[in-house]
Protein backbone atom coordinates (compact mmCIF):
# COMPACT_ATOMS: atom_id res chain seq x y z
CA UNK A 1 0.00 0.00 0.00
CA UNK A 2 1.54 3.16 -1.12
CA UNK A 3 1.01 6.31 0.58
CA UNK A 4 -0.93 9.49 -0.24
CA UNK A 5 0.26 12.43 -0.86
CA UNK A 6 -1.61 15.42 -2.68
CA UNK A 7 -0.87 19.06 -2.29
CA UNK A 8 -0.34 19.85 1.38
CA UNK A 9 -1.51 16.32 2.81
CA UNK A 10 0.29 13.20 3.39
CA UNK A 11 -1.06 10.25 4.34
CA UNK A 12 1.71 7.36 5.64
CA UNK A 13 0.91 4.35 5.98
CA UNK A 14 2.68 1.31 7.93
CA UNK A 15 1.52 -2.60 8.23
CA UNK A 16 2.04 -4.04 11.31
CA UNK A 17 2.34 -7.94 11.16
CA UNK A 18 -0.75 -8.59 12.68
CA UNK A 19 -2.51 -6.76 9.55
CA UNK A 20 -3.14 -3.51 11.37
CA UNK A 21 -3.12 -0.68 8.38
CA UNK A 22 -2.22 2.45 10.36
CA UNK A 23 -2.07 5.60 8.42
CA UNK A 24 -0.86 8.59 9.58
CA UNK A 25 -2.02 11.76 8.25
CA UNK A 26 0.50 14.44 8.34
CA UNK A 27 0.46 18.88 6.86
CA UNK A 28 -3.44 19.79 5.73
CA UNK A 29 -6.00 18.74 4.01
CA UNK A 30 -7.37 21.52 2.49
CA UNK A 31 -8.14 20.83 -1.57
CA UNK A 32 -11.38 22.15 -3.04
CA UNK A 33 -12.75 18.59 -2.96
CA UNK A 34 -10.97 15.99 -0.84
CA UNK A 35 -13.25 13.15 -1.46
CA UNK A 36 -11.96 13.16 -4.65
CA UNK A 37 -8.48 12.13 -3.97
CA UNK A 38 -9.05 10.35 -0.48
CA UNK A 39 -11.95 8.22 -2.08
CA UNK A 40 -9.80 6.25 -4.55
CA UNK A 41 -7.12 6.17 -2.13
CA UNK A 42 -9.63 4.59 0.19
CA UNK A 43 -10.76 2.24 -1.83
CA UNK A 44 -7.26 0.89 -2.59
CA UNK A 45 -6.64 1.02 1.18
CA UNK A 46 -9.48 -1.06 2.20
CA UNK A 47 -8.85 -3.74 -0.84
CA UNK A 48 -5.66 -3.96 0.30
CA UNK A 49 -6.78 -4.62 4.26
CA UNK A 50 -9.33 -6.89 2.85
CA UNK A 51 -6.99 -9.08 1.40
CA UNK A 52 -5.10 -9.42 4.77
CA UNK A 53 -8.30 -9.68 7.05
CA UNK A 54 -6.38 -6.34 8.56
CA UNK A 55 -8.14 -3.67 10.16
CA UNK A 56 -7.47 0.05 9.48
CA UNK A 57 -6.23 3.43 12.54
CA UNK A 58 -6.36 6.43 11.01
CA UNK A 59 -4.09 8.48 13.10
CA UNK A 60 -4.79 12.22 13.11
CA UNK A 61 -2.59 12.98 15.87
CA UNK A 62 0.06 15.29 13.59
CA UNK A 63 -2.36 16.83 11.38
CA UNK A 64 -2.28 20.49 11.30
CA UNK A 65 -5.76 21.33 9.56
CA UNK A 66 -8.57 19.64 8.09
CA UNK A 67 -11.61 21.59 6.46
CA UNK A 68 -14.89 20.28 6.69
CA UNK A 69 -14.79 18.35 3.61
CA UNK A 70 -12.29 16.31 4.74
CA UNK A 71 -14.43 15.42 7.99
CA UNK A 72 -17.58 14.51 5.19
CA UNK A 73 -14.68 12.08 3.44
CA UNK A 74 -14.16 10.46 6.41
CA UNK A 75 -17.70 9.83 7.46
CA UNK A 76 -18.04 7.90 4.41
CA UNK A 77 -15.01 6.07 5.62
CA UNK A 78 -16.97 4.96 8.53
CA UNK A 79 -19.79 4.24 6.54
CA UNK A 80 -17.87 1.78 3.73
CA UNK A 81 -15.81 0.27 6.42
CA UNK A 82 -18.52 -0.86 8.35
CA UNK A 83 -20.22 -2.25 5.68
CA UNK A 84 -17.32 -3.67 4.57
CA UNK A 85 -17.07 -5.17 8.39
CA UNK A 86 -13.28 -3.61 8.44
CA UNK A 87 -12.22 -2.47 11.69
CA UNK A 88 -11.47 1.44 11.68
CA UNK A 89 -10.13 2.95 14.71
CA UNK A 90 -9.44 7.07 14.76
CA UNK A 91 -6.68 8.34 16.73
CA UNK A 92 -6.54 11.58 17.84
CA UNK A 93 -4.93 14.33 19.85
CA UNK A 94 -7.30 15.04 23.15
CA UNK A 95 -4.90 17.87 24.34
CA UNK A 96 -5.76 19.84 21.16
CA UNK A 97 -9.08 21.44 21.41
CA UNK A 98 -10.39 21.58 17.39
CA UNK A 99 -9.49 17.61 17.41
CA UNK A 100 -11.58 17.20 20.35
CA UNK A 101 -14.13 18.86 19.17
CA UNK A 102 -14.32 17.52 15.55
CA UNK A 103 -13.88 13.68 16.95
CA UNK A 104 -15.87 13.66 19.82
CA UNK A 105 -18.59 14.46 17.15
CA UNK A 106 -17.77 11.34 15.22
CA UNK A 107 -19.36 9.23 18.15
CA UNK A 108 -22.42 9.55 16.58
CA UNK A 109 -21.48 6.76 14.67
CA UNK A 110 -19.76 4.26 17.57
CA UNK A 111 -22.30 1.24 17.75
CA UNK A 112 -21.82 -1.82 20.07
CA UNK A 113 -20.51 -3.51 16.77
CA UNK A 114 -17.08 -2.70 17.91
CA UNK A 115 -16.25 -1.72 14.19
CA UNK A 116 -15.47 1.63 14.56
CA UNK A 117 -13.78 3.22 17.63
CA UNK A 118 -12.45 6.95 18.38
CA UNK A 119 -9.41 6.58 20.71
CA UNK A 120 -7.43 9.42 21.93
CA UNK A 121 -3.45 9.46 22.10
CA UNK B 1 -12.77 47.04 32.81
CA UNK B 2 -11.63 43.98 30.41
CA UNK B 3 -7.90 43.98 29.51
CA UNK B 4 -9.89 43.46 25.78
CA UNK B 5 -11.25 47.57 26.52
CA UNK B 6 -7.56 48.35 25.97
CA UNK B 7 -7.52 47.87 21.82
CA UNK B 8 -9.78 46.27 19.39
CA UNK B 9 -8.14 44.93 16.18
CA UNK B 10 -9.11 45.27 12.24
CA UNK B 11 -8.53 42.86 9.42
CA UNK B 12 -9.60 44.17 6.23
CA UNK B 13 -8.70 42.87 3.06
CA UNK B 14 -9.96 42.10 -0.79
CA UNK B 15 -8.36 39.17 -2.20
CA UNK B 16 -8.61 37.72 -5.82
CA UNK B 17 -10.82 34.11 -5.94
CA UNK B 18 -8.21 31.69 -6.10
CA UNK B 19 -8.31 28.10 -3.91
CA UNK B 20 -4.59 28.40 -2.62
CA UNK B 21 -5.25 32.00 -1.14
CA UNK B 22 -7.98 30.61 1.59
CA UNK B 23 -5.21 28.81 3.46
CA UNK B 24 -2.84 31.65 2.95
CA UNK B 25 -5.81 33.75 4.41
CA UNK B 26 -6.14 31.27 7.10
CA UNK B 27 -2.99 30.64 8.23
CA UNK B 28 -2.22 34.62 8.03
CA UNK B 29 -5.38 35.14 10.20
CA UNK B 30 -4.36 32.13 12.71
CA UNK B 31 -0.52 33.85 13.03
CA UNK B 32 -2.26 37.38 13.85
CA UNK B 33 -4.27 35.80 16.78
CA UNK B 34 -1.46 34.09 18.13
CA UNK B 35 0.37 37.23 18.18
CA UNK B 36 -2.71 39.39 20.23
CA UNK B 37 -4.30 36.19 22.31
CA UNK B 38 -2.64 33.55 23.94
CA UNK B 39 -5.22 31.41 24.07
CA UNK B 40 -3.83 28.92 21.21
CA UNK B 41 -7.37 26.94 21.27
CA UNK B 42 -9.53 30.27 20.37
CA UNK B 43 -6.81 30.95 17.32
CA UNK B 44 -7.07 28.11 15.90
CA UNK B 45 -11.10 28.20 15.86
CA UNK B 46 -11.11 31.69 14.40
CA UNK B 47 -8.66 30.41 11.46
CA UNK B 48 -11.06 27.55 10.93
CA UNK B 49 -14.15 29.56 10.85
CA UNK B 50 -11.87 31.76 8.45
CA UNK B 51 -11.21 28.92 6.30
CA UNK B 52 -14.77 27.58 6.13
CA UNK B 53 -16.42 31.03 5.21
CA UNK B 54 -13.82 31.04 2.64
CA UNK B 55 -14.15 27.62 0.99
CA UNK B 56 -18.22 28.44 0.64
CA UNK B 57 -17.23 31.72 -0.77
CA UNK B 58 -15.04 30.32 -3.73
CA UNK B 59 -17.75 27.06 -3.77
CA UNK B 60 -20.88 29.16 -3.75
CA UNK B 61 -20.31 32.50 -5.02
CA UNK B 62 -21.09 33.81 -8.84
CA UNK B 63 -17.63 33.76 -10.45
CA UNK B 64 -19.65 34.20 -13.94
CA UNK B 65 -18.33 37.87 -13.98
CA UNK B 66 -14.06 37.98 -14.27
CA UNK B 67 -14.83 41.89 -13.23
CA UNK B 68 -15.83 40.83 -9.66
CA UNK B 69 -13.35 37.83 -9.15
CA UNK B 70 -12.90 39.40 -5.51
CA UNK B 71 -13.63 38.72 -2.30
CA UNK B 72 -13.98 40.20 0.98
CA UNK B 73 -12.56 39.27 4.43
CA UNK B 74 -13.21 41.29 7.86
CA UNK B 75 -11.83 40.01 10.57
CA UNK B 76 -12.93 42.60 13.58
CA UNK B 77 -12.51 42.22 17.18
CA UNK B 78 -14.34 44.36 19.98
CA UNK B 79 -14.26 42.95 23.46
CA UNK B 80 -14.02 40.01 23.54
CA UNK B 81 -16.02 38.70 21.01
CA UNK B 82 -14.47 38.18 17.37
CA UNK B 83 -16.60 38.78 14.35
CA UNK B 84 -15.32 37.31 11.04
CA UNK B 85 -17.00 38.35 7.64
CA UNK B 86 -17.32 36.94 4.03
CA UNK B 87 -18.35 39.12 0.88
CA UNK B 88 -19.15 38.06 -2.59
CA UNK B 89 -20.63 37.84 -5.44
CA UNK B 90 -24.07 35.98 -5.30
CA UNK B 91 -27.49 36.54 -7.40
CA UNK B 92 -30.27 36.79 -5.43
CA UNK B 93 -31.82 34.45 -7.44
CA UNK B 94 -29.42 31.67 -7.02
CA UNK B 95 -29.82 28.31 -5.80
CA UNK B 96 -27.05 29.08 -3.89
CA UNK B 97 -28.63 32.19 -1.91
CA UNK B 98 -31.77 30.05 -1.16
CA UNK B 99 -29.76 27.25 0.45
CA UNK B 100 -27.72 29.57 2.61
CA UNK B 101 -30.62 31.38 3.82
CA UNK B 102 -32.57 27.96 5.23
CA UNK B 103 -29.47 26.35 6.17
CA UNK B 104 -28.79 29.21 8.76
CA UNK B 105 -32.45 28.96 9.68
CA UNK B 106 -31.83 24.99 9.93
CA UNK B 107 -29.15 25.15 12.47
CA UNK B 108 -31.07 27.97 14.42
CA UNK B 109 -33.81 25.41 14.66
CA UNK B 110 -31.51 22.96 16.98
CA UNK B 111 -31.35 23.48 20.93
CA UNK B 112 -27.39 24.20 20.12
CA UNK B 113 -24.80 23.91 17.54
CA UNK B 114 -23.94 20.54 18.56
CA UNK B 115 -27.32 18.83 18.02
CA UNK B 116 -27.28 20.56 14.74
CA UNK B 117 -23.75 19.29 13.68
CA UNK B 118 -24.56 15.44 14.75
CA UNK B 119 -27.35 15.54 12.95
CA UNK B 120 -25.97 17.08 9.68
CA UNK B 121 -23.31 14.34 10.17
CA UNK B 122 -26.31 12.07 10.60
CA UNK B 123 -27.37 13.35 7.15
CA UNK B 124 -24.43 13.07 5.21
CA UNK B 125 -23.60 9.71 6.63
CA UNK B 126 -27.20 8.45 5.00
CA UNK B 127 -26.48 10.61 1.49
CA UNK B 128 -25.80 8.09 -1.16
CA UNK B 129 -25.56 10.68 -4.03
CA UNK B 130 -22.03 11.08 -5.14
CA UNK B 131 -20.91 14.29 -5.52
CA UNK B 132 -23.61 16.22 -3.17
CA UNK B 133 -22.11 19.30 -1.35
CA UNK B 134 -21.99 18.29 2.21
CA UNK B 135 -22.33 22.06 3.29
CA UNK B 136 -20.63 20.82 6.84
CA UNK B 137 -18.86 23.96 6.92
CA UNK B 138 -21.93 26.25 8.70
CA UNK B 139 -22.62 23.66 11.19
CA UNK B 140 -19.25 23.39 11.90
CA UNK B 141 -18.20 27.16 12.11
CA UNK B 142 -21.72 27.12 15.06
CA UNK B 143 -20.43 24.23 16.90
CA UNK B 144 -16.57 24.27 16.73
CA UNK B 145 -16.03 28.08 16.67
CA UNK B 146 -18.82 28.59 18.94
CA UNK B 147 -20.42 31.02 16.26
CA UNK B 148 -23.82 32.88 15.36
CA UNK B 149 -24.16 32.83 12.19
CA UNK B 150 -26.10 35.30 10.10
CA UNK B 151 -26.13 36.11 6.16
CA UNK B 152 -27.49 39.42 3.89
CA UNK B 153 -28.17 39.38 0.45
CA UNK B 154 -28.24 42.62 -1.65
CA UNK B 155 -27.19 44.26 -4.91
CA UNK B 156 -25.38 41.11 -6.14
CA UNK B 157 -23.49 40.43 -3.09
CA UNK B 158 -23.54 38.23 0.38
CA UNK B 159 -21.70 39.25 3.41
CA UNK B 160 -22.03 36.14 5.34
CA UNK B 161 -20.83 36.79 9.59
CA UNK B 162 -19.60 34.44 12.23
CA UNK B 163 -19.87 35.87 15.75
CA UNK B 164 -17.32 34.17 17.67
CA UNK B 165 -18.18 34.45 21.21
CA UNK B 166 -15.15 33.80 23.42
CA UNK B 167 -14.76 33.91 26.75
CA UNK B 168 -12.71 35.79 28.08
CA UNK B 169 -9.37 34.73 29.15
Not at chain 1, 34 to 42: D, G, M, S, T, V
Not at chain 2, 53 to 64: H, I, P, R, S, V
Not at chain 2, 151 to 168: D, Q, S
Request: with cysteine; proline share 4%.
Amino acid sequence: MVNLKSGDLTIEVAVSPDGVYSCTWRGKSNERNPPEILKPWFEQLLAAVGERKGSIEMHFEKIDHFNSSTITALIKLIQTCRKATVKLAMVYDQSLKWQRLSFDALRVFEKNDDLFQLRFA
Amino acid sequence: MSKFDDFGFSIDLTVRNEWRNIDLLRTSVQNCFIAVFADLDGCHAIAMVTGELLENALKYGDWTNADRAMFRLRVEGRDPNIQVSVQNPLKPDDVHATTLTKQIEWLASFPTPEAAYRARMLQIAQDDEEGTPSRLGLARIAFEGNCRISAKIENGTVNVTALLMREPT
